[in-house]
């Protein structure tokens, strides 16, 4: 199956290969910078049609365009799974989660409600009734990766369109061809002309969104390149997702056999392409041993190779490039005295489940994001102490801990400085309404439909 998809204007082609067999999927027209600025007006004049729009209306498109999806769920699941090698059971459950988050976005529409505040609270205050409303900010300009092409996405447009405003987005280049399938279905499902549009390309693409006249900046990447765009985009507002280097904590109360599946599930799911996936794996000393002889049989029973078919569970990494940073991370990690016990080597894209442990806490493994099949296995006997550690680090984006202690629940809920810690389930764990984002180089702001949508509304206050 290949897709052509179209783009405003072409300078040039990419060509989507499919990173298991090298397979051409599609290809799309690159945008050139120039119609990147015509494409923001566009959406501007669209969105100053639509932000008067009821939440009614707002809510009808966001489920005409669920629906739309549910009717096309295998040509995007088969589409998915072959631009950016996630398997099809991985896929497909992408395709339900990009329907589920629209829909929500759908309902929060219904709910951007405003408040009532006296401005007599004080002796002395006027006697005036201030009213706080959410207006939509206008234009929001999109930019998502490559490992969830079509869910990121929908977190982006989804609460952008329940908020009343226009969006021009970009994808990975490495992965664009279920983005620009989703905008067909978008006008399919009857949505206004130019009130959502797709442009194509890379960093200089990019670039041109965030120099262009949007009014917001929606970001979904590594920090360099977030740091990048946010220079370029000025004094106008950003939200960032940029990764993180998330651990996941097993204390000796923890039910082992739930903390192996959950480790082993987070960590290989899409290759270990996610940003919350877990990066360190922390076992304390009392456990470590017979938890890592369970974690060993279970990562021997995972089947990698072929993404397309029904019974594997891991399929490649995105390019020969990420398979060969992984790959060379993992031997100098093992150049470190860390001990390899499973995996290590690849074939092509193809990146064994790798496990290592005695990894040193500046190992390359983990001194930074890992984005491959990679449980790196740190020990620890004093939990105060292994929070400090990670604290240390770089990235807050997610944590996990498995214990059922209720005061330790509380010192690493309290203590670790990341935007979530999941308590008897892994730092990878999501649910579409809820906020999600991180601290410190982990990003900017927070999506989740619920607060995405008041990140998208400027409060307006009218005070009679």
């Given at each position: 199956m290949t897709l052509k998809a179209a783009a405003l204007a072409q300078t040039g082609e990419i060509t989507v290969r499919n990173p298991f067999n090298g397979a051409v999927v599609g290809e799309v027209g690159v945008t050139p910078p120039t119609e990147v600025f015509q494409a923001i007006l566009r959406a501007k004049r669209a969105q100053a049609a639509f932000r008067r729009s009821t939440p009614a209306e707002r809510r009808a498109l966001l489920d005409a365009l669920a629906a739309e999806i549910a009717g096309d769920s295998d040509t995007l699941a088969r589409l998915i799974s072959m631009e950016m090698g996630k398997t099809i059971r991985e896929a497909r459950n992408e395709v339900r989660r990009a329907q589920n988050t629209l829909k929500l976005s759908g309902d929060a529409a219904t709910f951007l409600d405003g408040e009532a505040v006296h401005c007599a609270i004080v002796e002395g205050g006027a006697d005036r009734l201030a009213t706080i409303t959410y207006e939509p900010v206008g234009v929001v300009g999109?930019?998502?990766?490559?490992?969830?092409?079509?869910?990121l996405l929908c977190h982006k447009l989804g609460p952008a369109i329940a908020a009343g405003n226009a969006v021009v987005a970009k994808p990975s280049p490495k992965a664009p061809l279920a983005a620009a399938r989703l905008y067909e279905l978008a006008?399919?499902?009857?949505w206004p002309q130019d009130l959502f549009q797709i442009v194509h390309g890379g960093a200089e693409t990019a670039v041109a969104i965030a120099r262009g006249p949007?009014?917001?900046?929606?970001?979904?990447?590594?920090?360099?390149?977030?740091?990048?765009?946010?220079?370029?985009?000025?004094?106008?507002?950003?939200?960032?997702?940029?990764?993180?280097n998330d651990p996941l904590f097993v204390l000796p109360d923890a039910d082992l056999d739930r903390a192996v599946a959950t480790a082993v599930g987070h960590r290989f799911e899409i290759a270990g392409q996610s940003c919350a996936a877990v990066k360190k794996l922390y076992l304390h000393t009392d456990i470590e041993a017979e938890f890592t002889?369970?974690?060993?049989?279970?990562?021997?029973?995972?089947?990698?190779?072929?993404?397309?078919?029904?019974?594997?569970?891991?399929?490649?990494?995105?390019?020969?490039?990420?398979?060969r940073i992984v790959e060379e991370r993992v031997r100098a990690t093992v150049d470190c005295g860390a001990r390899l016990l499973a995996g290590g080597p690849r074939e092509q894209t193809l990146v064994a489940p790798t496990v290592i442990?005695?990894?040193?806490?500046?190992?390359?493994v983990i001194a930074d994001e890992t984005f491959g099949p990679v449980i790196a296995i740190r020990s620890f006997d004093d939990a105060r102490s292994a929070i400090a550690e990670v604290n240390a680090g770089a990235y807050g984006l997610q944590a996990g801990v498995f214990t059922n202690d209720h005061a330790l629940i509380r010192m690493f809920s309290r203590d670790l400085v990341v935007g979530g810690v999941m308590i008897n389930e892994g730092p990878d764990f999501r649910a579409e309404h809820v906020p999600f984002g991180g601290v410190k180089r982990s990003g900017l702001?927070?999506?989740?439909?619920?607060?995405?949508?008041?990140?998208?509304?400027?409060?307006?206050?009218?005070i009679d």
């Open positions: 999109a930019v998502t990766p490559f490992n969830y092409p079509l869910n006008v399919r499902a009857g949007i009014d917001l900046l929606s970001f979904t990447g590594g920090p360099s390149a977030g740091l990048a765009l946010k220079n370029a985009s000025g004094l106008v507002r950003c939200l960032m997702e940029l990764g993180g002889d369970r974690l060993l049989a279970a990562v021997a029973a995972v089947t990698f190779g072929d993404p397309s078919r029904e019974d594997t569970d891991m399929g490649p990494v995105i390019d020969d490039a990420a398979a442990s005695s990894v040193g806490p500046d190992a390359p702001g927070r999506e989740g439909v619920r607060i995405a949508l008041r990140e998208m509304s400027e409060p307006k206050v009218v």
